[in-house]
């Protein structure tokens, strides 16, 4: 069984910064892409961020040249540096990732249990 696991979330003062890890765990036999999505209360989970195993990211037009998402592979790591955070970025910030495990090798998609960002003054 795999799981993600999130970290790094709190309270911040806008124009602030962040950084959130998800560490993945468990009988792991390779990772594909990993993302971050966010929900804010009342609102659909949206994207924020993905990067794929060699590295290209893509991310949401709202936090583009923010937030910056990099991966650690050989510690099945994902992580979001948040910058300059907004109001608006309050949210519970989740992890996904497409997982392999060894004991299936099927592809499966995974998410954490999410962690919460509140930026105010």
């Known amino acids: 069984q795999v799981q993600l696991v999130e970290s790094g979330g709190g309270l911040v003062q806008p124009g602030g910064s962040l950084r959130l890890s998800c560490a993945a765990s468990?009988?792991?036999?390779?990772?594909?892409?990993m993302a971050w999505y966010r929900q804010a209360p009342g609102k659909e989970r949206e994207f924020v961020a993905r990067?794929?195993?060699?590295?290209?990211?893509t991310y949401a037009d709202s936090v583009k040249d923010r937030f910056t998402i990099s991966r650690d592979n050989a510690k099945n790591t994902v992580y979001l540096q948040m910058n300059s955070l907004k109001p608006e970025d309050t949210a519970v910030y989740y992890c996904n990732a497409n997982v392999r495990s060894t004991a299936s090798m099927i592809w499966d998609n995974s998410w954490g249990q999410g962690t919460q960002v509140t930026v105010s003054s």
């Open positions: 990067v794929f195993t060699g590295g290209t990211t």
């Open positions: 468990g009988s792991i036999s390779s990772i594909g892409v």
